[in-house]
């Protein structure tokens, strides 16, 4: 069977009046995988609120800058720098650029097995 791939641009354009985060699923598997594109502008986490998620994360941040905060430390996040946040590890967004699109690619997917880590 042959299919027409998808195709996009990681930088299309947004809507100027941004009033919340955008998320764009990309891609997604049949098991615990998807892509997304996030394009932030000026957007925060909600005061008190923290991701505690069950999946890993691996992030890249493509254009913009942010800061993300972990429960002991927060790291600020330029052009080409990545993290991988391991499952259940509490973070939260503490800035991105107000003035221009902050856009980030994540991968989620299953946590190591017990039996991976041995």
Not at 56 to 64: C, D, F, T
Request: charged content about 25%.
């Amino acid at each position: 069977m042959n299919e027409t791939p998808d195709s996009g641009h990681l930088f299309a354009p947004i809507d100027r009046a941004m009033p919340v985060e955008v998320t764009e699923i990309l891609a997604q598997g049949r098991g615990p995988v998807r892509i997304e594109r996030i394009v932030s502008r000026g957007h925060a986490s909600p005061e008190g609120f923290w991701y505690d998620q069950a999946e890993e994360e691996w992030v890249a941040l493509l254009s913009g800058s942010a800061t993300v905060r972990f429960s002991d430390h927060h790291r600020a996040l330029l052009p080409g720098d990545w993290l991988r946040i391991p499952a259940r590890c509490r973070h939260r967004v503490e800035a991105t650029d107000a003035g221009t699109d902050t856009v980030w690619l994540a991968v989620f997917f299953a946590p190591p097995s017990q039996e991976d880590k041995a």
